[in-house]
């Protein structure tokens, strides 16, 4: 690791390797990618809709993509707003069908493909704070050989929700919503399981199942907290019986035999910056805005994320704007950028209004999402 990078990448999701790609395929620039975890590591997010395409084709992966193992989905089928099952099938679709992802197969081509394109990454390099000076941001950072400074012309914060850089560096985070997934993975023995999602709704939340191109299966539940809590107390029995309850899930799960089952919990967070970029930072993906798993955005949102961000930092690169910089306007959030950010999170602030509307469930955890999708909408249109 060096002392001095263009541009230093915090994390190295989807959206933290999109930027660094677009950055060194469009530019000369160095770029440093640090992230606090291990590169083999289970990621949530597997579903994608059809418009993934495009921003893989401007990162230069595409073919890699269609080569890589990954499935076609033909659609869902969800009981949702009533007690009977329906459909929503992407074979007449203009823009083509769904994707399964193999996430695991999926993060290691954009890792290979950062790697390639000349982007330095650490992996189990952990970011503590920043210091200012005259000369613009300092990183410190931290590893198992300790602690080390690095300094960025620009800084990407792709830390997921946390969004610890920004904060650090003044952006404020403004949660609309939180709950808990609650997740299991399972290799598939025997029998058979469409493609399809399977959606559900029940009383105390929501069910998603999906079956994986490496023949395992994913189910997750969302709820409220304090469900999970609850839920977790009881050990994985307690997501058991909540499972056996659904009407449309567990009969198609109950015909698999299955084996190493493993669980995981997750915040899921609706929620964005008050500013997603400074004078020499930006936000990307989850950092810049985290949206609910419900609307099937949170992949390609941060691959859109990465190649807007690199081909922002680039053109500020080439036109001299140094770190501590001249664009007051940026730094109060209300430069192209954020707009896009804002633009985007209204239509996704209305399309889950949508979605929960249409359940038509009174128990709290439904009244309270609907409640919140309305207050959320009518503050995005109040901007």
Not at 105 to 114: G, I, N, P, S, Y
Not at 229 to 239: A, V, Y
Request: proline fraction near 4%.
């Amino acid at each position: 690791m060096r002392e001095q990078y263009d541009v230093v990448v915090l994390g190295a999701g989807p959206a933290g390797l999109a930027t660094a790609i677009t950055i060194r395929r469009e530019s000369g620039a160095t770029v440093l990618i640090a992230d606090s975890g291990t590169a083999a590591r289970e990621r949530f997010g597997e579903s994608v809709a059809p418009h993934l395409l495009v921003p893989l084709k401007q990162l230069g992966v595409l073919d890699e993509f269609r080569a890589g193992g990954h499935a076609t989905c033909p659609g869902s089928a969800s009981i949702w707003g009533g007690d009977r099952v329906g459909y929503n099938d992407y074979i007449l679709s203009p823009t083509g069908l769904a994707w399964r992802l193999q996430r695991r197969a999926f993060d290691e081509m954009l890792t290979r493909a950062a790697r390639e394109s000349g982007a330095e990454l650490c992996w189990a390099t952990r970011y503590l704070l920043s210091i200012r000076d005259e000369k613009g941001p300092r990183l410190l950072l931290s590893n198992p050989e300790g602690k080390s400074e690095v300094r960025g012309r620009w800084i990407v914060d792709a830390t997921g929700p946390d969004a610890r850089f920004s904060q650090h560096a003044g952006a404020r985070r403004i949660v609309d919503d939180r709950m808990y997934g609650l997740a299991r993975y399972a290799t598939i023995l025997t029998g058979n399981m469409s493609m399809q999602i399977l959606m559900e709704a029940d009383e105390e939340g929501w069910w998603y199942a999906a079956r994986l191109p490496d023949d395992r299966v994913v189910i997750l539940f969302a709820t409220e907290v304090e469900t999970a809590r609850r839920l977790k107390s009881r050990g994985h029995e307690g997501f058991e019986r909540s499972l056996r309850a659904t009407k449309l899930i567990a009969p198609m799960i109950g015909k698999l035999e299955l084996e190493r089952k493993e669980y995981f919990a997750t915040p899921i967070y609706s929620s964005r910056l008050d500013r997603p970029e400074g004078t020499d930072w930006l936000a990307v993906g989850d950092a810049a805005a985290s949206y609910d798993p419900i609307v099937a955005r949170g992949i390609t949102k941060a691959l859109e994320d990465g190649v807007a961000a690199g081909r922002r930092i680039i053109k500020e690169l080439e036109e001299g704007v140094a770190a501590g910089g001249r664009n007051a306007e940026r730094s109060q959030g209300t430069g192209s950028y954020s707009e896009h950010i804002a633009a985007r999170f209204l239509i996704y602030a209305e399309t889950r209004a949508r979605l929960y509307e249409i359940a038509r469930r009174n128990s709290p955890f439904w009244q309270k999402r609907r409640d919140r999708s309305r207050a959320m909408v009518a503050r995005s249109n109040e901007r």
